[in-house]
């Protein structure tokens, strides 16, 4: 969504925060050992100085947002958190080799919007966090429980479903954004999932899962 920075989520939180809302019981603990692993590894890069943090305030800001703006960013970060959480699971753990460089496309995508999210807010003086909300846990406990062509057909039938959810609803809020950077970087994404949905779809109808049932929505 949004110009991105070098450093990619923060993994030691990442890792907590997952490991938090996902237990031992959900998935089995050398799984979760694996994904942890691969979290700390996420970044090509080690944080510099002046990268943007998913914690902290800056007050400074280039202009008051109103409230469903502020809402908008902090869902924002919340659904790139997760989306990249998901597709760093299927890159290990999927079964097909073109469902797995979508996956990975998908990380670096989450990662970069996830950034600009991040830079975003603190520019305009406000915070956002690393959250897993209830419904993007059970997904997660849904989908990472499957294997093999199970797991692929899930991982894709969840990506479609999401992204339309979510081009619908930014374009819906769209409509009463007045602060001319959130509406730049809600534009930008809507383009961006557009394009990722019709990969998506691409993929599903080639595996010949677009017309089963969906999983929860994240």
């Given at each position: 969504?949004?110009?991105s ?5 923060n ?146 039938e ?61």
């Amino acid at each position: 969504m949004m110009g991105s920075v070098s450093a990619g989520p923060n993994p030691s939180t990442m890792r907590n925060v997952f490991l938090k809302h996902l237990p031992a019981s959900v998935v089995p603990v050398a799984v979760l050992l694996l994904l942890a692993v691969a979290l700390v590894a996420c970044s090509d890069q080690s944080p510099s100085a002046s990268a943007p943090q998913l914690q902290g305030k800056i007050s400074n800001g280039s202009g008051k947002l109103s409230d469903s703006e502020e809402q908008l960013l902090r869902r924002a970060a919340e659904s790139e958190f997760a989306e990249f959480v998901l597709a760093k699971w299927m890159v290990l753990k999927g079964s097909d080799q073109q469902v797995q460089q979508y996956a990975d496309r998908m990380v670096n995508r989450s990662r970069d919007c996830l950034n600009g999210v991040v830079k975003l807010s603190h520019e305009k003086g406000i915070t956002v966090s690393q959250q897993i909300t209830p419904q993007d846990r059970e997904l997660m406990r849904k989908v990472m429980a499957l294997k093999g062509s199970e797991l692929n057909a899930a991982y894709l039938e969840a990506v479609i479903d999401r992204h339309r959810l979510r081009i619908a609803t930014l374009r819906r809020q769209s409509q009463s954004i007045q602060d001319r950077d959130v509406k730049s970087c809600v534009r930008d994404r809507m383009q961006t999932l557009a394009s990722d949905l019709d990969d998506a779809l691409t993929l599903g109808n080639r595996l010949g899962t677009v017309a089963r049932s969906r999983p929860p929505r994240m």
